[in-house]
């Protein structure tokens, strides 16, 4: 059973920082792509950023040069340090990975995290 958990949401002044982290646990043989997405009320679940297991990054034009994400391979965990809060980042975060499951090769699949809160106040 593959879980990811999320941590590190909260309120956050206009302008401030948070980071969020993200922890896989479970059977996994391997883990692709790791990233987050989030979703504001009334809107679509859409990309903020993702790592392969190289390192190759990829971020959202709106929170390019404001949000670094960044794994530890050794710990199945992904980071999103998030600077320069303003109240358009305020979503529910959703954690997301692309591994194998198990103990050897075989198909890989999409997995997600209950999500996590972020609220920036103005």
């Known amino acids: 059973q593959v879980q990811l958990v999320e941590s590190g949401g909260g309120l956050v002044q206009a302008g401030g920082s948070l980071r969020l982290s993200c922890a896989a646990s479970?059977?996994?043989?391997?883990?692709?792509?790791m990233g987050w997405y989030r979703q504001a009320p009334g809107k679509q679940r859409e990309l903020v950023a993702t790592v392969t297991s190289a390192g190759s990054t990829n971020y959202a034009d709106s929170v390019k040069g404001r949000f670094t994400i960044s794994r530890d391979n050794a710990k199945n965990t992904v980071y999103l340090e998030m600077n320069s809060l303003n109240a358009e980042d305020t979503a529910v975060y959703y954690c997301?990975?692309?591994?194998?499951?198990?103990?050897?090769?075989?198909?890989?699949?999409?997995?997600w995290g209950q999500g996590t809160q972020v609220t920036v106040s103005s």
């Open positions: 479970g059977s996994i043989f391997s883990i692709n792509t």
């Open positions: 997301t990975a692309v591994l194998t499951p198990g103990y050897g090769p075989g198909p890989s699949r999409r997995y």
